[in-house]
C-alpha cells in the first residue's frame, strides 16, 4: 500500500466514525481503532445520545481533544518505516466525558518520545470543561493546587527521574470517580522509562478545595458519594472487594506480576515484609500503592499479586486519613478479627501501630488498617 492509498483509506475511516450513533438505549463508549505497519491507534466514541447534533459535536470534540487526525497523519508518514501507538484510559460519568490518550513512538521525529493528550467534555453539547472547575475559588484554584502538589506530592517522586517539576500545573488532565489526574509533557515530569508522567491526586486529597454543591462540576462526578459513608456503601465495598480489585488500581488479586512490572516498571526495588515483597510501581494510580506477594526467591517471573494495599486514596467513602474505625464499624459492622499491631510488628509489615480490622468479601479479605489515632491509614486487599 502506497502512503495515498494508506492516506486515502485514513480519511474514509475517520468519516465512517463520525457518523452520529443514536440508535442505542443509553450514552455508552464504544472503541475505534487501527492498525497500520507497526503503527496502532484507538481511541472512544459516544453512542446512544438522543440528540444527534450532540452526539456529533461530542465525537467530534474527542477527535479534536485527543488529536486522532495528526496521528492517523503521522501513522500514513510511518507506514513502511516507524511506529507510533495512541492508547486511551477514560469513561463517563454522570452527563460528563473524561479521557485521557497517550501516543508513544515517533510522534514528531525518528526520536521516541511520548505526549498526552485529553478530551473533557459535558455530554449535553459538547463543551469543555476545565479541572479548575472542580474547586471552590477556581480562580485561586491554580495557587491552592500547586502549594499541595509541592508540600506534599513531591515527597513522592523517585529522585532518580530526569524530570519531575509538578509546577507549573499542566491544562491536561482527566477524571473519574477516584481523582484528578494531571497529565504532563514529558519535558516536565516524567517516568523514570522517559515516558510523559501523571499524577493522580485522590478525592479526598482535594476534598478542603472542592465545590460540593449540588449541581456542581464535582456533584455531577458523584465525588460526595466517594468521599462520604452511607447506609449503600457496605454494598459497594463488599461488592468491589468481592470482584478482587481496587479502584483506580489496574490490578487485581491473582493478577501475574511480571507483565505488571514489564508495563509499569518498577518504582523502587521490592521491600520485604511479613511474609513477602511489597512492590511499588511507576504511574500516577499506584503512587503509595503496593503490590504484595511471595518471598520465594530473588525473581519473581512466577509470582502472582497476592495482595494490594492503598496507603493513599478513597474508596466508596472510606477516605485514607480521615475516616475513623467507628465510622466504617458503624457501616460494616463488627470485623471477623481484630489484629493489634505494636511497634515491633509495624516495622516488620513496614506500617505504623495500630489496628486491623478483618472483613469477609466472598473468597478475598478487605483489611482496615487504623494509626493509633483510629484514623484509616491502609486499605488491603488478600485473598
Not at 54 to 59: E, F, H, I
Not at 237 to 247: E, Q
Not at 279 to 292: D, N, P, Q, T
Not at 339 to 366: F, H, W
Amino acid at each position: 500500500m502506497t502512503c495515498r492509498k494508506g492516506w486515502s483509506r485514513l480519511l474514509c475511516w475517520l468519516t465512517v466514525c463520525m457518523i452520529p450513533f443514536a440508535a442505542f438505549a443509553e450514552p455508552s463508549l464504544t472503541e475505534k481503532s487501527l492498525t497500520l505497519g507497526e503503527s496502532s491507534i484507538s481511541y472512544p466514541i459516544v453512542v446512544g445520545l438522543e440528540d444527534e447534533a450532540a452526539a456529533k459535536t461530542v465525537n467530534d470534540a474527542i477527535v479534536a481533544e485527543g488529536r486522532v487526525a495528526d496521528y492517523l497523519t503521522r501513522m500514513s508518514e510511518l507506514i513502511s518505516s516507524g511506529r507510533i501507538v495512541t492508547t486511551w484510559i477514560g469513561g463517563l460519568y454522570g452527563d460528563l466525558l473524561s479521557v485521557g490518550f497517550l501516543t508513544e513512538g515517533m510522534v514528531t521525529d525518528s526520536r521516541n518520545s511520548s505526549v498526552w493528550t485529553a478530551a473533557n467534555l459535558n455530554l449535553t453539547d459538547g463543551q469543555p470543561f476545565q479541572w479548575t472547575d472542580l474547586f471552590t475559588n477556581p480562580e485561586t484554584a491554580g495557587e491552592e493546587l500547586a502549594a499541595y502538589l509541592e508540600e506534599s506530592v513531591s515527597q513522592d517522586l523517585s529522585p532518580m527521574l530526569l524530570n519531575n517539576d509538578l509546577t507549573p500545573i499542566p491544562d491536561v488532565f482527566r477524571v473519574d470517580d477516584t481523582g484528578l489526574t494531571l497529565l504532563y509533557p514529558a519535558a516536565q515530569c516524567c517516568t523514570l522509562r522517559d515516558r510523559a508522567g501523571d499524577i493522580h491526586l485522590a478525592w479526598c486529597e482535594l476534598r478542603p478545595m472542592l465545590n460540593l454543591e449540588k449541581g456542581s462540576l464535582a456533584d455531577r462526578l458523584g465525588v460526595s458519594e466517594t468521599l462520604m459513608l452511607t447506609e449503600n456503601s457496605a454494598e459497594r465495598i463488599r461488592s468491589a472487594a468481592g470482584s478482587g480489585c481496587l479502584p483506580g488500581i489496574p490490578a487485581a488479586v491473582g493478577d501475574g506480576l511480571q507483565a505488571l512490572t514489564d508495563e509499569y516498571l518498577l518504582l523502587t526495588d521490592p521491600d520485604v515484609y511479613e511474609g513477602g515483597r511489597m512492590f511499588a510501581l511507576e504511574g500516577g494510580c499506584f503512587r503509595r500503592v503496593y503490590l504484595l506477594t511471595d518471598h520465594l526467591s530473588e525473581d519473581w517471573d512466577n509470582s502472582v499479586v497476592q495482595g494490594i494495599r492503598m496507603d493513599r486514596g478513597n474508596f466508596s467513602g472510606l477516605c485514607i486519613g480521615t475516616t475513623a474505625r467507628e465510622e466504617w464499624r458503624l457501616i460494616l459492622g463488627e470485623p471477623d478479627y481484630t489484629v493489634t499491631y505494636d511497634d515491633e510488628k509495624a516495622e516488620l509489615n513496614r506500617t505504623v501501630p495500630g489496628e486491623c480490622d478483618y472483613y469477609s468479601c466472598g473468597k478475598y479479605q478487605l483489611r482496615l488498617q487504623s494509626d493509633l489515632d483510629g484514623i484509616l491509614y491502609s486499605i488491603i486487599l488478600t485473598e
